[in-house]
């Protein structure tokens, strides 16, 4: 089965700057699209940004210009550079796999236990 396993988040103050890794582990081959997600307490889960197997991106209106997503095939990982960070960036940050193509089949939706990113003013 494949796991999901995010590292990098913590407290940074507004303005600043953080790196979330994402790493797949497991008999993957490849993956589809990866993605980052975040849940602020009492809402609801919102997509941050997505990254498909070539490299085409997405991104929330909130975070446009400020974080980017990357992926390094190679290592199953993917990135969330995070820029300008802001109070309202607080939050738990998932990472989600699409697909995931395995040795042992393909696994759908799969998600990291989540990374909390905490942005003091």
């Known amino acids: 089965q494949v796991q999901l396993v995010e590292s990098g988040g913590g407290l940074v103050q507004v303005g600043g700057s953080l790196r979330l890794s994402c790493a797949a582990s497991?008999?993957?081959?490849?993956?589809?699209?990866m993605g980052w997600y975040r849940q602020a307490p009492g809402k609801q889960r919102e997509l941050v940004a997505t990254?498909?197997?070539?490299?085409?991106?997405n991104y929330a209106g909130s975070v446009k210009g400020r974080f980017t997503i990357s992926r390094d095939n190679a290592k199953n990982t993917v990135y969330l550079k995070m820029n300008s960070l802001k109070p309202e960036d607080t939050a738990v940050y998932y990472c989600?796999?699409?697909?995931?193509?395995?040795?042992?089949?393909?696994?759908?939706?799969?998600w990291g236990q989540g990374t909390q990113v905490t942005v003091s003013s």
């Open positions: 990254i498909t197997s070539r490299d085409s991106t």
């Open positions: 497991g008999r993957v081959f490849s993956i589809n699209t």
């Open positions: 989600n796999a699409d697909k995931v193509f395995t040795a042992t089949g393909t696994e759908y939706d799969s």
